[in-house]
């Protein structure tokens, strides 16, 4: 559990703090942790701004919306597909009778 949450530090810090080298600036020493340690207000603060939910809520209140809106058209449409039958099947003829005239040239 500790490596997860050590992993969860790393990428937080790799994301969010400015380095030029992450081997010397971040991973030598496992200094994301004291990095991460210091900058937690900074880093939540980013994730916030970057990684924001009102967006997404947005956009599934609008398909709510949408959903719930009923088209005029929606019960003819209905009724014009409860109406057809499926397609023959091309090779029924050749199931049901092998000698059939149909089949002449196999």
């Not at 990428?11 to 380095?19: C, G, K, N, Y």
């Not at 709510?64 to 090779?91: H, K």
């Not at 029924?92 to 196999?106: G, H, M, T, Y």
Request: hydrophobic share 30%; glycine share 0%; with cysteine.
């Amino acid at each position: 559990m500790a490596t997860d949450f050590n992993e969860y530090k790393r990428e937080m810090v790799t994301l969010r703090i400015p380095f030029r080298h992450e081997e010397a600036d971040i991973l030598e020493n496992m200094k994301f942790i004291r990095l991460y340690d210091e900058n937690v207000d900074l880093i939540l603060q980013k994730r916030k701004e970057f990684e924001s939910n009102t967006f997404i809520e947005r956009t599934l209140q609008m398909f709510r919306e949408s959903c719930r809106e009923e088209d005029p058209d929606d019960n003819e449409e209905i009724r014009d597909v409860v109406g057809r039958l499926p397609d023959q099947n091309p090779f029924q003829e050749l199931c049901n009778n092998p000698n059939a005239e149909i089949n002449d040239d196999l």
